[in-house]
Each structure stands twice: as structure tokens, then as C-alpha cells.
């Protein structure tokens, strides 16, 4: 028995110390299994927060439990999240600029992956343990804003050195999408389950009647995750990329974004992909007044997972499978005409099924299977979208390098950390706006029919206008100008660059 457990024992470590690609793609390899999967942790750490603190479930806690008491909750927190979602999208250059100017034994991301999430954690729970309802509505505002910042501040210190780190970890391109795909999964799954409580809220009778309760339930456990899984993400990774010893200066990081042009491009279609993430802000609403049911909440978070699996295992699959042919422009270009077809066939097919129901009617069987199942299939070109996108903002770093000889990856990585916040707040935002407009009726447990123009506003927000945004984005792609092929090229003259840079250090010694 125990020579068979020892076994057991020798392949696992095997298993964790082997290189996650183990062929020759043209370029050396550097990532075993074990860090790939303590950097997935990590990831996985960030997808339990934002599951809580981007998502479709903090809206509805804002709106319908926290600033229930006033007369319009879901204008007031279209402010609070556009207004503090601008502060915190500032705050994430001034955090990049940090990351880029720290120099310590332990490396440039790694510190701040140790500390930040003590701080993450704490301010989360204090957001989602609510407020009294004999506190003044001045202190409630107050209160309310000053923990949003703190969750922007808190969440920036540890999401710019988490995402640079991927940067660092590996030069090699063909690596760091299988590192993304690993992550992807890991965050999918992780982050499913502090939303999980909530979702289940609309099942479980306590929960049914004490929504808050099952908020903070979901805070409990994804502070505890995000504690445990960075601890082993700081313990396992290892930063590779070589930097000068001198710092750049402020100025000469943002001289150097500017000259980014790459980069340019994907902030352009990330400022335009707000279109898209309104769908996910009013996604709670939508099934819980448009469908008139929060049961669906538990399948419409389920049916995502496939998309998280396809993009996390078939995408490096691919990648690794073409070598230097893959080409990342290409594929985010398919992956968003994809995208287009399926939100448009969602609406043409759901229409006549959501909106010409009798009012306060639950959505029909049939209607609710489609919803589902284009629920699911919307979700695997945007997550194929995005897995290939973290390779693309790695390929801006490299370019930046190979252009100007200057590596930042914090500059660069918290432009994109940038545009997620405005992403958030503006589409958070703009879903609340419209239906503050519409006349939406706060309710914080159970279903109240709301007036048509709501409805058919959470059906456009669901459907025509993610397409509309996927449209747009393809115009700043056709000008980003890294191909696959040019990518490999400026790998090989970096890594030739650094070899004689090390010669010559040694010969000088």
C-alpha cells in the first residue's frame, strides 16, 4: 500500500515539474505545470472577487438591498459606479508606474501579490455586510462610496502585478497562451463559486427571503479563496524577463505608451467592447423581470463554463498546433464576427417570446431552454476573444521593447487594467441609466411586472447591442499592426539583444 501510494506520490511531482510544452515550437520553453497552475490560482483569486464586485450581482445588491431607501436607487448608483469607476481607472497608470519603478529581491509584481489581497479581502466583507437601516442617507452615500474606492484601490494593487506577472513569467508566446488557458478555466471555476450562493438565492427558501445573507455568504468565501490561492501563487512563480537596474522614469513610461500603437489599437476596442459588457451588468435584471423568474440565474451562470473550457484547453491547443502561423488578429477578428451572428440570431429567436408575454407571465419552457443555450454560445467567442487578447497586451510589451529597448510591462499592463474599470463602470453605468430612464420599479425579493419600455430595454441591452459593439471593434483591428509571424521575429532579435547584453556585462567584469 504504501509503496503504491509512493508511486502515486513520484508521477504527481513528475506531473507538476514537467514542461507544459514539451515539443519544439522554435523558441525555448521555460513553464512547468506546477508554476502554470500557482499562476492560474492567482487568476483564479481575481475571478472570485470580480464574480462578487464586477459582476451583474453587485448591481442588484447596490440597487435593490443597499440604496433601497431612496427614491432612486438605480440613478444614484449610476453615479456612484461611473464617478468612482473613473477614480479607479486613473488610479491604474499611478499603480503600473509603481509596479515598473519597484525594484526588490523578490522582483517587480510578486510583493504586491503577497500583501494587496490581506487588504482585498477586508474591505470586501465590509462592503457586503451592508448598512443599518436607521443610518442617516447622508452616511449611507458616504459609506457606500468610500468602500467602493476602497475595493478599486485595494483590487488595482493586486490586479496590475497579477496580470504583469504572466509578462514576466515566459517571453515565449505559444507558453503564455497555454498559461492563459489554464487560467481561464481556473478562473471560471473559482469564480462561479461565490456567485453560486447568490444564483441559488431564487432556490433556497431562507436565502429567497434574506438576499443580503447569501451576498455575504458568497464575500465569505471568496475572501477566504483569494487568501489561500495567492499565498501559492507568490510561494510558485518566478519572474524571468530581465529589466536595467535603473527605473524608468514617470515620464518616460507614459512617452513610451504612446509610442505603443498595438496597444493603441486594443484600448480602442476596449473602450468600444462597453457595448458588449452592458449585457452582462443588467443580466440579473433581465432574468429576474424580463424572464420574471431568478431561478434561470443558476443555469444562465452554469451555461458560461463551456465557454471558459473551450477558449482554456482548445485555444493553446491551437496555438501550439500552428507554431509560428497562429496569428492572434486573426482569430479575435473570427471570434467577434462569431459573436455578432449568435447575439443577432438571440434576439430574432427570443423576440416574440420575452417581449409579447402576458406581463408578470414567467417566461415559457421553450423560450427559457434558447435563452440558455445562446447564453452558452455567446460565451465562447467572447471568452476565446479575451483569452487571445491577454497574448496580444503581452505582444505590446514585447513590441515596446523591440522598438525602443525599454521594457514596462506595469505601464503597459495597467492601460489595459485601465480600460477593464471604464469597461465596468461605463457599462454598469449605462445599463442602470437606461433602465432608471425606463421607469424600472426597485424590488429586493420576489418579481414586479415592470412597464414595457424597461422590458424591451433589457432585451435590446441582451441582444442588439453587444452585436453592435462587436461590429465596431473590428475596425480598431484592422489596424493592429503584430502579425504572428512579426511577433517570433522580434522574440529571436530581443533574446539575441539580452545574449549580447550579458556578454558584455561579463566581459566588463
Not at 488595482?156 to 515565449?172: E, H, Q, R, Y
Not at 414567467?362 to 467567442?381: D, E, M, N, Q, Y
Request: proline content about 4%.
Amino acid at each position: 500500500m504504501e509503496e503504491q501510494q509512493v508511486k502515486k506520490s513520484g508521477k504527481i511531482s513528475t506531473f507538476f515539474n514537467s514542461k507544459i510544452v514539451k515539443k519544439d515550437v522554435g523558441e525555448e520553453t521555460y513553464l512547468t505545470w506546477r508554476e502554470t497552475i500557482s499562476y492560474a490560482l492567482g487568476r483564479g483569486a481575481q475571478g472570485m472577487f470580480t464574480s462578487m464586485t464586477g459582476s451583474k450581482y453587485l448591481n442588484y445588491f447596490l440597487t435593490n438591498i443597499l440604496l433601497k431607501r431612496f427614491s432612486d436607487p438605480m440613478g444614484l448608483a449610476s453615479q456612484i459606479r461611473l464617478y468612482c469607476g473613473i477614480f479607479d481607472a486613473i488610479n491604474d497608470p499611478i499603480m503600473g508606474i509603481l509596479v515598473d519603478k519597484t525594484r526588490t529581491k523578490e522582483g517587480q509584481m510578486r510583493p504586491y501579490i503577497r500583501i494587496a489581497p490581506w487588504f482585498v479581502s477586508a474591505v470586501m466583507l465590509l462592503f457586503f455586510l451592508g448598512m443599518p437601516g436607521s443610518v442617516p442617507n447622508w452616511a449611507c452615500i458616504a459609506w457606500t462610496v468610500f468602500l467602493f474606492v476602497g475595493l478599486d484601490v485595494t483590487y488595482t494593487a493586486f490586479d496590475i502585478p497579477m496580470g504583469a506577472l504572466a509578462f514576466v513569467i515566459t517571453p515565449n508566446g505559444i507558453e503564455r497562451t497555454k498559461l492563459y488557458g489554464a487560467s481561464s478555466i481556473i478562473r471560471s471555476v473559482s469564480g462561479v463559486l461565490p456567485g453560486l450562493f447568490v444564483a441559488c438565492a431564487g432556490w433556497l427558501p431562507y436565502f429567497k427571503t434574506h438576499t443580503s445573507k447569501a451576498y455575504l455568504t458568497g464575500a465569505i468565501v471568496s475572501a477566504v479563496g483569494i487568501m489561500v490561492f495567492t499565498r501559492i501563487t507568490y510561494r510558485n512563480t518566478k519572474e524571468r524577463t530581465i529589466h536595467h537596474e535603473e527605473a524608468p522614469s514617470v515620464g518616460e513610461c507614459f512617452k513610451l505608451l504612446f509610442q505603443n500603437r498595438p496597444l493603441l489599437m486594443l484600448f480602442l476596442a476596449n473602450m468600444l467592447f462597453i457595448l458588449v459588457k452592458v449585457t452582462n451588468q443588467v443580466s440579473f435584471y433581465f432574468v429576474a423581470d424580463l424572464m420574471f423568474t431568478t431561478k434561470y440565474n443558476v443555469f444562465i451562470d452554469v451555461i458560461t463554463f463551456p465557454g471558459f473550457l473551450i477558449a482554456g484547453i482548445g485555444v493553446p491547443k491551437l496555438v501550439e498546433k500552428l507554431g509560428e502561423r497562429s496569428d492572434p488578429r486573426k482569430f479575435y477578428r473570427v471570434c467577434c464576427t462569431l459573436a455578432i451572428a449568435f447575439h443577432l440570431l438571440f434576439a430574432v429567436t427570443c423576440y416574440d417570446g420575452l417581449i409579447n408575454k402576458a406581463p408578470g407571465e414567467v417566461v415559457s419552457l421553450p423560450i427559457g431552454i434558447l435563452i440558455v443555450l445562446f447564453t452558452g454560445l455567446t460565451a465562447i467567442p467572447l471568452e476565446c476573444k479575451n483569452l487571445m487578447q491577454k497574448e496580444m497586451e503581452a505582444e505590446t510589451v514585447d513590441y515596446i521593447e523591440w522598438k525602443t529597448g525599454t521594457r514596462v510591462e506595469g505601464i503597459m499592463l495597467s492601460i489595459m487594467s485601465f480600460t477593464g474599470k471604464i469597461e465596468n463602470s461605463f457599462s454598469a453605468a449605462i445599463g442602470m441609466a437606461i433602465l432608471s430612464f425606463t421607469g424600472y420599479i426597485v424590488h429586493e425579493d420576489g418579481s414586479v411586472i415592470q412597464n414595457a419600455a424597461t422590458n424591451k430595454a433589457l432585451f435590446f441591452m441582451t441582444t442588439i447591442l453587444p452585436a453592435i459593439g462587436y461590429l465596431l471593434m473590428l475596425i480598431p483591428m484592422a489596424f493592429y499592426n503584430i502579425s504572428g509571424k512579426s511577433h517570433h521575429m522580434m522574440i529571436e532579435e530581443l533574446k539575441e539583444r539580452h545574449e549580447a547584453e550579458t556578454g558584455s556585462a561579463v566581459a566588463k567584469q
